[in-house]
């Protein structure tokens, strides 16, 4: 955690840019946690988390009206829609991520796809480029997001991949907080739905710009 007086020193900001860009839901509420010290009541936020939104938001905002900055950083889908093969030609997937997608959703060919299934498949991208899942762990993901993605109703979740004794499990968490595992289980591998969805949506130029 790190202090509003040291976030503020740190980041070069003011109190007045903070509490805007917080008004303008560019940074979450919960990211604000009062806490009691020796002077008194003060707040606190995630440390690596607030200064990378700050300097996104510093990078972003000449280009990108404060506006149209909330609705990258939304969890909720953006209004786009597009043919998952653009998103192999502008290198943002793999073939292999969008033919497994495929396999799973068997959208007609050459469908225009909303901005979720393009999450999907740029979130299944994400974890077999890194070499964290194998085919049938994506298939898995690709279920249970199809499943559970709409659940989240605007949290941000988390994407799990755990395992014990060579069997797998992927799990879609609501919060990353208070998990437990039995004796054994493995965390291989976690992804947040919503930093996955802010990325897809700059890479696909939300707000008519693209950044890359």
Known sequence: MISKKDLLELAGISYGQLYRWKRKN??????????STFTGQETFFPREKILQRIGKIMNMKEDLSLDELADVFSPDPAPMQMDGWELVRRGIVSKEALALFEEVFAPTSGAVLPFEQLLFIYLLHGFLDRGDMVLDEGKQLLRILQNHYR???GISGEVLLVRKLG?????????????????????????????NSEELKIKLGAGGKTYE
């Open 26 to 35: 560019l940074i979450p509420e919960e990211w604000f946690v009062r806490k």
């Open 167 to 195: 069997v797998s499990m992927v799990m879609l968490a609501a919060s990353r907080e208070s998990l437990w595992f039995e004796e054994g289980v493995r965390l291989v591998a976690r992804g947040s739905v919503a930093v």
């Open 151 to 153: 659940e989240l109703g």
